[in-house]
């Protein structure tokens, strides 16, 4: 992973722990493959790791990014830029505005308004079982991930941020014939000059 930066949970052609552990591409769910266990041991000693951040950075995936671009990926986070903010449903605003305030654990009862923020990186997702054995989201503000983690970043400016990780990411898809893309590269095509939606509870950031 250090001679990558990145590794995606699974991917066709970039660098996965799914091939690496499995010893070669595969297809379809990773779970009905004959090494799904030890794939999925992987996973879990990656997303406990302490110097893995997990989050749906490439291709709407699940990534693991090593330490070293940790300042991006949050400098990000926090920018609320235009393509994060535009488009976003009311519900989605107003579940930004509690995670602002405090940490929310979601359920399939918000499911779509917590991707639709998880996506555009204005929030830290991790997923967990409930204690009703069914899948949930926890939703942190960057803020209050970097506080729990006793993480200090020097500021980075949002635009050296994308570009860090957009060097990082054609690099891979140049060496592995890949076509992996960042969230601002994808459906969120950053608009020109407009305002900046509300968030509930929350001033518009100037």
Known sequence: MKQYGILLQTDACLPNVCALVAGEP?????WAHPR?????RVNCELA???EVLVTKLISGKVTYVERALWPS???IGCAREAWQ????????LDLLGKVDHKRVETHRIVGEAASEIE??????????HSEAGAHARRLQSWDHWMRQTGLTLEPVRPETARRTLE??????NRKFHGHGCLPWQAEFKQPRARKTPRISG???PR
């Open 26 to 30: 595969v297809h379809g769910s990773w």
């Open 36 to 40: 799904s266990h030890d794939i999925f």
């Open 48 to 50: 406990a790791h302490p």
């Open 73 to 75: 990926v949050t400098a």
């Open 85 to 92: 903010m535009a488009r976003l449903s009311q519900s989605a």
């Open 119 to 128: 996506k555009r990186l204005l929030v830290h997702s991790e997923q967990f």
């Open 167 to 172: 060097k990082v990411v054609e690099s891979l």
């Open 202 to 204: 929350r001033k518009p």
